[in-house]
C-alpha cells in the first residue's frame, strides 16, 4: 500500500484571530470538543469584541471552518459533522462583518508514533505511525483529527491539501508531518 502525505493546519502567526467577547469564549467552545461537548453545542449566534478580518480557519476558542470552505472540508470527508456559529460584534455596529463560521466533529485518531517529540503536551516534532494508517478504518480517508493533552491537531492528505490551497486559505499554513 502507498503511504500518502500528511499536513497539520496550522495558524499562520501572522494572522490576526476574534477577540472573544459575550459568549465567543473557551465556555462555551471548549478548545477539546469530543463527542458528547459537540452533542451539546448548537447552530448558535456568538458575539465577538474589536475589529475582525476573517481569517478561513480561527484556532481559538476552538478550530471553526469559514463558511466558504465548509463544503469543501465535507467534499473531502463526507463523515465529518458541523454546526455554525454566526458571529456578530459585541456592540452590534451597523457596518461590523458578521461571518458564518463551522465547527466540525471528527472522532480522534490515534494515530501519532511514539517517535514524535512532545514537550509540554504539543508536539515539538510530530510523527504519524504507519501501522496505524495502513489500518482499514484509516483506508480513503483524507482528514484526520488526534489529540494531544495540550493540542488539537487537525490533518489533510496530500489530495486534500492540494485542494484546500487552490481556495488561497487566509491565516492559515499546512506543516508537513512525518510518517514512521
Excluded at 480557519?57 to 471553526?64: G, I, W, Y
Aim: with cysteine; proline share 6%; charged share 30%.
Amino acid at each position: 500500500m502507498m503511504q500518502t502525505e500528511w499536513f497539520q493546519i496550522k495558524k499562520d502567526p501572522d494572522a490576526p484571530g476574534i477577540a472573544d467577547g459575550g459568549n465567543f469564549n473557551r465556555k462555551n467552545y471548549p478548545y477539546f470538543v469530543d463527542e458528547k461537548t459537540f452533542s451539546k453545542i448548537d447552530d448558535a449566534v456568538a458575539f465577538y469584541s474589536g475589529k475582525i478580518i476573517e481569517c478561513d480557519v480561527l484556532f481559538e476558542p476552538t478550530l471553526l471552518i469559514h463558511d466558504r470552505l465548509q463544503q469543501l472540508f465535507k467534499f473531502l470527508d463526507p463523515d465529518l459533522e458541523f454546526k455554525g456559529v454566526q458571529l456578530y460584534e459585541i456592540s452590534r455596529r451597523e457596518k461590523a462583518a458578521m461571518p458564518l463560521y463551522w465547527l466540525p466533529f471528527l472522532p480522534t485518531s490515534k494515530i501519532i508514533s511514539e517517535d514524535s517529540l512532545i514537550l509540554l503536551g504539543k508536539a515539538k516534532k510530530l510523527v504519524l505511525d504507519s501501522k496505524f494508517l495502513e489500518e482499514k478504518i484509516f483506508a480513503g480517508k483524507r482528514i484526520l483529527h488526534c489529540t494531544l493533552p495540550a493540542e488539537d491537531i487537525w490533518l489533510l492528505n496530500l489530495d486534500a491539501a492540494e485542494c484546500f490551497l487552490r481556495r488561497q486559505p487566509v491565516g492559515v499554513l499546512l506543516e508537513k508531518i512525518s510518517v514512521k
